[in-house]
């Protein structure tokens, strides 16, 4: 069990305020409008929900999980890299999982969208999303389908934490882990790419049964992979360098 850092500390309680407020003070509906992330298309997109979203969470048990993961994962990278590198990294993979996911969801969206007819797409975007906050939808199946693809909200730290799980695995490939529903010990290095795996096949098959978005984790881990790579090939040219300046020094 890992050391409770700081930067994880503040981290796990700016969420949980989040939550609080979220479902015991104010409004949820306040809130989750102007804070989860919706797709571009939505008329409740904000720009500054790339970042916001990561706060915010849809039940006790999804934040929960995420705060679980955030210690266990978060605090391990946080003391080997520091608490700067650590912050950089985690809202980096953050907003960056949501932006690749706002991107993959403005390709899907206008994948589909020529099958509607102009007075549908209208519908959707005048009356949709005001249904979704309602936890109402269409019960024409078409419209309700184009309708939770445009206007249903995304929100949790998965983005961010599906990031610092990539970053564990390829820092400490040969760590086992132990899943809670699956009680056998897995070393990262097979774990990681069994779960990517699975996010993908859920993707892609369409479930949607479990209300977890998927594809951000995806995102979050496609981004986390891309920044370890980058530093690394950084600090690599880093000691080239200096190795190639010290011996003309001598």
Same mark, same amino acid.
């Given at each position: 069990?890992?050391?409770?850092?700081?930067?994880?500390?503040?981290?796990?309680?700016?969420?949980?305020?989040?939550?609080?407020?979220?479902? %015991?003070?104010?409004?949820?509906?306040?809130?989750?409008?102007?804070?989860?992330?919706?797709?571009?298309?939505?008329?409740?997109?904000? %720009?500054?929900?790339?970042?916001?979203?990561?706060?915010? /969470?849809?039940? #006790?048990? /999804?934040?929960? #999980?995420?705060?679980?993961?955030?210690?266990?994962?978060?605090?391990?990278?946080?003391?080997?890299?520091?608490?700067?590198?650590?912050?950089?990294? %985690?809202?980096?993979?953050?907003?960056?999982?949501?932006?690749?996911?706002?991107?993959?969801?403005?390709?899907?969206?206008?994948?589909?969208?020529?099958?509607?007819?102009?007075?549908?797409?209208?519908?959707?975007?005048?009356?949709?999303?005001?249904?979704?906050?309602?936890?109402?939808?269409?019960?024409?199946?078409?419209?309700?389908?184009? =309708?939770?693809?445009?206007?249903?909200?995304?929100?949790?730290?998965?983005?961010?934490?599906?990031?610092?799980?990539?970053?564990?695995?390829?820092?400490?490939?040969?760590?086992?882990?132990?899943?809670?529903?699956?009680?056998?010990?897995?070393?990262?290095?097979? #774990?990681?790419?069994?779960?990517?795996? %699975?996010?993908?096949?859920?993707?892609?098959?369409?479930?949607?049964?479990? =209300?977890?978005?998927?594809?951000?984790?995806?995102?979050?881990?496609?981004?986390?992979?891309?920044?370890?790579?980058?530093?690394?090939?950084?600090?690599?040219?880093?000691?080239?360098?200096?190795?190639?300046?010290? #011996? /003309?020094?001598?």
């Amino acid at each position: 069990m890992p050391k409770l850092t700081q930067a994880v500390k503040h981290l796990i309680i700016i969420n949980t305020l989040f939550f609080i407020a979220t479902y %015991y003070i104010i409004d949820s509906r306040i809130l989750i409008e102007w804070f989860s992330l919706f797709s571009t298309e939505s008329p409740f997109f904000k %720009y500054w929900q790339v970042a916001t979203s990561m706060f915010m /969470h849809g039940s #006790f048990s /999804h934040i929960l #999980f995420n705060m679980f993961a955030l210690w266990m994962f978060g605090s391990t990278l946080e003391s080997v890299w520091g608490t700067k590198k650590f912050i950089t990294f %985690y809202f980096l993979t953050g907003i960056g999982s949501a932006i690749l996911y706002l991107l993959i969801k403005y390709i899907q969206i206008q994948y589909v969208i020529d099958d509607y007819s102009a007075e549908e797409i209208n519908i959707v975007l005048t009356k949709g999303a005001e249904a979704i906050m309602n936890g109402k939808n269409f019960t024409d199946e078409n419209l309700a389908n184009l =309708n939770a693809l445009i206007n249903t909200p995304t929100l949790g730290a998965s983005g961010a934490i599906s990031g610092l799980l990539m970053a564990f695995g390829v820092l400490f490939p040969n760590v086992e882990l132990m899943l809670i529903f699956i009680p056998i010990p897995i070393k990262a290095k097979y #774990f990681i790419p069994l779960l990517i795996v %699975y996010e993908l096949t859920m993707e892609l098959a369409g479930f949607s049964w479990d =209300n977890i978005a998927h594809l951000g984790h995806l995102s979050g881990m496609i981004i986390g992979y891309i920044l370890i790579k980058y530093w690394k090939k950084i600090n690599s040219n880093s000691v080239n360098f200096t190795f190639v300046k010290r #011996f /003309h020094i001598k």
